[in-house]
């Protein structure tokens, strides 16, 4: 059983229906690939996972239990993380508060945790160190997206989502993100990854879900992805196929 | 393409934010309607160069001449009017304003509305289907495809772009470039900066290589994203 | 039935002023996202005008309606915005409102000096008060019909100017990104500048159209807090939309005037509910119609402030304490009092260090909190009748107690606000605390007792005894509020130091964020707003019992938004700042006119240049409130960043030391006076920073760091020292930084 589930989730802005009945399912120990076009609705659905948005239908499951009514820290509590498509950090914190904040926080719900230490052991696993005494604003974004990841580390989540996590990152630190996720997700980590960098994804990932027009247009594996039609037209794009017509007959 | 006299031409440019220097003397040009794709890490000035091409940005030394007239010290709005449309890094639109209002706010330079309309939904349905929606809360890459609008109808002279593929999905990328491709062939030269190369060198003329606040190389794409990834692992 | 349509008319009409302020508010907000609360001030300004160019000098009435709406209400707005508001850009929200806050109070005492607030000054009503028309059976006013037609003018030419052109599209668009304004072929400055102009106009209108139809008085304060009444209309449409707000106004002209017609007149709160109906409907519109706009991307603001570590806010407290028992040496016990009143304002404004400084929440009302605790401890804390009663350290304790919950009651609502709105929320709730329950001097019977909240307009707080510290004493009284201040200053230290503080921050930078961490929100601001209600409280009631007798008007809002806009001054993240702001809103004014009233008192050839002094500094404090938009972290910053040249310079600091001693014997055996103590210490502070500065300017030559790689080429020395000198590794250095720089 997967450890994070939607149920038919939808949600509405208006008239527009951002994310439309979409069920997907993300499992301990492996990551998986959240990817669409611009618009497709992935940070909706984050959103709509995390709490921080409400769904017109459908259901959020953590670990089999409904927690589609809880508010984000409750669901925090219960293992869910995730970090943030427009960075989030704490402007006025260094890099490594940035960190022990987190587990400030846990511990102020009442779990014992040694901060100072685990801290250490975070920003060691996601090679911050050498700019643990930075203050946040004058780092680049490249690292700045692993601060988060780090953040979210501290709070020993059971289910992390990512959210364009290596967007602003070098090829360098690209690798060695990578390197990080295949890590965490073998010692029992459920990652789910949203990202444009598809051969990252596809490196990465052992289960793919498209979403387009807040649809799940396809799930499998990243060579079943890769040779879906449907995911060719409507995301990765060929050269005979760009426009936006042929994209929207395929997908209709 | 070298025998023309440059569109754009930066020779020793150097800026600062406030009392950190930041450019060292850019050298680099633009010719009419050629691409320039200025690469390199993070940091390396990118942006930097474009706010100051783009008149956001006083130069501290150097000269900034477009089409053969030093116009140093310019301010970004005369620029505009010149015709250098500037696409800024991260969301080039206006987050409270709808769709159809940042097309308005666009034909600041001259251009129509109905113009800029009428090739902003043609070029990108979507837009059109949302021209009544603010704009902050339109995906990452309707807002991307709204800041490149601007480009479309107002008749620019020279375009630059910064960082355009910064978390778009690759179609989208595609069909960017692809759009940005056909406006060189309409006759406009464009600046685009990457950190990636990949989305740009298929279109690029030239290529310059930016590291710490300089321009370390320039020359034939191919040529220098073989210099770009030995840069990358030493810087 | 013809009553009611007078009174609907009438209600109508009000609205329409309200409508008419409110509007510039939003024209203002929505294009430079400054919320004016100088509006009131300015419409009270141009109409002051007006009066001294139509009664003063005589000129013909639509003359002077040309020159004021025409000219000086433009004029007005422009200037504002060259001087004062383009620099506020990048600034957080408690910047941006306390300069706003500064120039209100700035422009009141300006009036007040150049129009003596004793003469009466009327203007009339357009066409004479005898000029009405009959509208179905009821007589309107042709004044009255005016202000209807202008409002809807108004309304509907603002609303097509945003929606229909295109330097109203713009004009939105300024306040998200100037820069990209630019690209686009606009200017911002000018833009912003009109916007300005056109707010400016619309708040002298207000005014020059409102004060006949109260009655035709003008009185400096009244104006200004009338067009505070229009908040809540301009709230109705999130200050943003022009049909919503001119709607609100309406909604909020008919009720105040339905209120003062229906009620019983025998009801004697009838009265006081009318006048803070405004206030009331504020905070419920608050509350109920939620909705933000979009956030541009998470800004870093230009505030910065350094936080100490325990130790050296500890070392730092007891140097103070020190210090204060020092002076008081030098001090006679009239003068004893005036500084305790001082330090136990300086007490409230710590609530404020710790509620906006380090957690980020607004509130303008802390004396209100106060008062609350005032109100507790005068009913329920004091033992003993006379000469002889005292206030009982339980008082005090429930007192603080009874604040704190209470701050917690308030902020529960309100908890979802943020920013702007919150610290509406908690004006409002000030205001109507000194409209409704300040002043209700009447009895009450509950449950079979008989009482009254505020008897006689004052109360007589008597001073705290516990044990043998007797608090009648001055002296004990200076320093039992000196040590509390230095222990509850530490104690915020030390607070923000830990996880707490750390967690107040990370609410502060980034509530989503932080509540995906698992962080309650709702729980942390309650806690830590019913923490700074506490401290408020504590303060409050220190400085009534200091006083000896307090009145509703000590807890005044404008009272509370000087001390908060002074203690922005000093900088609100700092503990120092706080001190600064509470001595100089508690006791720097009475000091200041009371010196310079001395003066001209004792040397009568000179009165009038030592009035106009006295006068001059104290509009000097507003003009100091309007600059800290060019350094928002506040004076103390400054100071610590002067000082940190010193740093090392050990000789220089110690001959300073001894200086000061010397100065400090001279002025104790009385060779030399306090003032020339004052000064001379004054000057020895400034001229240290200086000194240090010349000091440093001795330098090494090596490669600048901006030439580094360029005169030199790079390598890992010159990249190690690099790091070094932009500033930020090597973290020993960080923690010795911080001592130094833990004035706060
Ligand atoms: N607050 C909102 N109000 C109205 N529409 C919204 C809002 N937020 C998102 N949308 C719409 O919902 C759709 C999904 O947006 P979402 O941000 O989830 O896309 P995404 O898949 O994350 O795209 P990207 O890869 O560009 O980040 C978009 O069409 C967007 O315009
Ligand atoms: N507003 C600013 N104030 C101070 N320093 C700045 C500012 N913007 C950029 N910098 C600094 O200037 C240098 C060059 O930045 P710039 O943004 O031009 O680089 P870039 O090549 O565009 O990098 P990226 O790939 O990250 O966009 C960096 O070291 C950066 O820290
Ligand atoms: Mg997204
Ligand atoms: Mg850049």
New interface residues.
């Given amino acids: 059983m997967p450890l994070l589930e939607t149920r038919d989730v939808t949600v509405r802005f208006g008239g527009n229906t951002a994310v439309d009945g979409v069920s997907i399912g993300v499992e301990a120990g492996c990551v998986t690939g959240l990817i669409g076009p611009n618009g497709a609705g992935k940070t909706t659905l984050f959103n709509t996972v995390t709490g921080l948005q409400r769904p017109a239908a459908g259901r959020v499951l953590l670990d089999g239990a409904d927690v589609t009514r809880l508010a984000p820290a409750g669901r925090a509590r219960l293992g869910l993380a995730r970090t943030f498509q427009r960075l989030e950090l704490f402007l006025s914190l260094s890099v490594r508060d940035n960190v022990r904040v987190a587990g400030d926080i846990l511990r102020a719900t009442g779990r014992t945790v040694d901060v100072e230490k685990e801290t250490d052991r975070v920003l060691a696993r996601t090679g911050l160190e050498d700019i643990a005494h930075l203050e946040v604003s004058a780092i680049p974004t490249g690292r700045a997206r692993v601060v988060e990841v780090a953040r979210a580390l501290m709070t020993a989540p059971r289910v992390l989502l990512l959210d364009e996590p290596a967007s602003g990152q070098t090829e360098r630190e690209t690798e060695a993100f990578a390197a990080l996720l295949t890590g965490l997700a073998a010692e029992g980590l459920a990652i789910c990854l949203v990202e444009h960098d598809l051969p990252l994804v596809m490196r990465l990932c052992t289960t793919i879900h498209v979403l387009d027009y807040g649809r799940l247009i396809a799930s499998g594996t990243p060579k079943e992805i890769r040779e879906s039609p449907e995911v060719v037209a409507a995301y990765i794009g060929t050269e005979e196929i760009g426009t936006e017509e042929v994209r929207r007959e395929e997908v209709a | 393409m070298n025998e023309q006299a440059p569109l754009l031409e930066l020779t020793g440019v150097r800026a600062?934010y406030g009392?950190?220097?930041v450019l060292?003397?850019v050298d680099l040009r633009v010719h009419p309607g050629s691409v320039v794709a200025l690469l390199g890490?993070?940091?390396g000035g990118k942006s930097t160069t474009m706010k100051v091409c783009?008149?956001?940005l006083p130069l501290t030394g150097g000269e900034l001449r477009l089409a053969g007239r030093r116009v140093n010290g310019i301010?970004?709005?005369d620029a505009?009017?010149l015709g250098i449309?500037?696409i800024?890094e991260?969301r080039?639109?206006?987050?409270?304003?709808t769709v159809r209002?940042?097309l308005?706010?666009?034909?600041?330079?001259?251009a129509r509305?109905a113009d800029l309309e009428e090739a902003a939904y043609t070029r990108?349905?979507?837009l059109g289907e949302?021209r009544h929606?603010?704009a902050?809360?339109?995906?990452?890459?309707?807002q991307?495809m709204l800041a490149l609008s601007?480009a479309l109808g107002t008749d620019p002279v020279i375009l630059l772009l910064d960082e355009l593929s910064?978390?778009?999905?690759?179609?989208?990328v595609?069909?960017m470039y692809?759009t940005v491709a056909q406006l060189v062939a309409e006759g406009l030269s464009v600046l685009v900066a990457e950190?990636?190369a990949r989305a740009v060198l298929p279109i690029a003329d030239t290529a310059a290589l930016m590291l710490?606040g300089?321009v370390v190389a320039s020359g034939r794409p191919g040529d220098i994203e073989d210099q770009l990834?030995s840069s990358?692992?030493g810087g | 039935m013809t009553s009611f349509l007078t009174f609907t008319i009438l209600g109508l009409v009000l609205g329409a002023v309200y409508a008419i302020a409110a509007s510039g508010l939003v024209l203002t907000y929505t294009t430079s996202g400054i919320f004016n609360f100088a509006h009131g001030a300015q419409a009270m300004l141009g109409t002051f005008l007006y009066w001294q160019l139509t009664y003063g000098w005589g000129w013909p009435m639509w003359l002077s309606l040309v020159v004021v709406v025409g000219l000086a209400g433009p004029a007005m707005g422009a200037l504002l915005h060259m001087l004062i508001m383009r620099g506020l850009r990048e600034t957080a929200d408690v910047t941006k409102i306390v300069v706003t806050v500064a120039i209100m109070l700035g422009m009141v005492y300006l009036s007040q000096w150049i129009w003596h607030p004793e003469e009466a000054r009327v203007t009339e009503m357009f066409f004479g008060a005898n000029a009405k028309i009959e509208l179905g059976g009821v007589v309107v006013r042709v004044h009255e019909l005016v202000c209807l037609v202008v409002a809807v003018a108004v309304a509907i030419g603002l609303r097509l100017l945003f929606t229909r052109t295109r330097a109203g599209v713009v004009m939105r668009g300024a306040v998200d990104d100037p820069d990209l304004l630019r690209l686009n072929g606009h200017d911002p400055d000018r833009i912003a500048m009109l916007s300005w102009a056109m707010g400016s106009t619309l708040a002298v209108l207000a005014g020059i159209l409102v004060t006949p139809i109260g009655g035709g008085a003008l009185e400096a304060n009244q104006l200004t807090l009338l067009v505070i009444d229009a908040f809540a209309a301009a709230m109705f449409g999130r200050l943003r939309s022009i049909p919503r707000t001119f709607t609100g106004a309406m909604v909020l002209g008919m009720t105040a005037t339905y209120v003062m017609a229906y009620f019983p007149t025998d009801w004697t709160w009838a009265g006081n509910l009318r006048v803070s109906l405004p206030m009331i409907i504020l905070f419920v519109v608050l509350i109920v119609l939620p909705q933000d706009r979009l956030r541009v991307a998470a800004v870093r603001t230009r505030e910065r402030y350094r936080p100490p570590t325990p130790r050296s806010a500890a070392v730092w407290g007891a140097a103070l304490v020190a210090a204060v028992f020092l002076l008081a040496l030098l001090l006679d016990d009239g003068s004893i009092t005036t500084f305790a009143l001082g330090m136990t304002f300086a007490i409230v404004a710590l609530s404020l260090t710790l509620l906006t400084g380090y957690a980020g929440e607004l509130n303008l009302a802390p004396l209100s909190f106060g008062a609350v605790a005032t109100i507790t401890g005068f009913h329920f804390g004091v033992t003993g009748s006379g000469l002889a009663s005292r206030l009982t350290l339980w008082g005090v304790l429930l007192a603080v107690l009874v604040t704190a919950v209470v701050g917690g009651l308030v902020a529960l609502p309100a908890l979802r606000l943020r920013g702007l709105y919150l610290a509406l929320a908690t004006m409002a709730f000030g205001v109507f605390l000194s409209n409704m329950v300040l002043r209700d001097t009447t009895e009450h019977t509950l449950f079979g007792v008989t009482f009254s909240i505020f008897p006689n307009g004052t109360l007589i707080v008597p001073p705290l005894q516990v044990g043998p510290f007797d608090l009648r004493d001055p002296r004990t009284l200076l320093m039992t509020a000196t040590v509390l201040f230095a222990l509850i200053g530490v104690g915020l230290a030390a607070l923000r130091a830990s996880g707490y503080g750390r967690r107040l921050a990370a609410m502060k930078d980034s509530p989503a964020a932080a509540a995906m961490l698992g962080q309650n929100l709702v729980k942390l601001k309650f806690g830590v707003f019913m923490l700074s209600a506490a401290i408020a409280g504590l303060g409050g009631l220190l400085m009534a019992s200091a006083g000896g007798s307090v009145s509703g008007d000590n807890f005044a809002i404008m009272s509370s938004l000087a001390l908060v806009m002074l203690t922005v001054v000093g900088g609100i993240g700092y503990i120092s700042g706080a001190l600064f702001g509470g001595l100089v809103s508690g006791v720097g004014f009475t000091i200041m006119v009371g010196t310079f009233n001395d003066l001209a008192t004792a040397h009568p050839s000179m009165e009038s240049i030592y009035k106009t002094i006295g006068q001059l500094l104290v509009v000097a404090t507003a003009l100091i409130g309007m600059g800290v938009g060019k350094n928002p972290s506040g004076t103390v910053h400054d100071i610590v960043e002067g000082y940190r040249t010193l740093r090392g310079a050990r000789a220089l600091l110690a001959g300073a030391a001894a200086v000061e001693a010397v100065l400090y014997g001279l002025a104790l055996t009385g060779v030399i006076g306090n003032w020339w103590f004052a000064i001379l210490t004054a000057c020895l502070v400034m001229a240290l920073p200086v000194a240090g500065r010349m000091r440093a300017a001795a330098p090494v030559r090596r490669t600048p760091p901006e030439l580094a790689g360029v005169a030199e080429p790079y390598s890992d020395e010159l990249r190690e020292r690099l790091d070094r000198e932009l500033g930020l590794p090597a973290r020993e250095r960080m923690a010795k930084e911080a001592s130094v720089h833990a004035v706060a």
Avoid: D, K
């Fill in positions: 600062a009392p950190i220097q060292h003397g890490p993070n940091g783009a008149g956001l301010t970004a709005q505009a009017r449309c500037s800024p991260g080039g639109v206006f987050p409270n304003l209002e940042n308005w706010a666009a034909t600041g330079t001259g509305l990108f349905p979507i949302r929606q603010l902050g809360s339109l995906s990452g890459g309707q991307q601007r910064m978390g778009l999905a690759p179609m989208i595609t069909r692809e950190q990636f710490h300089r990834s990358y692992l």
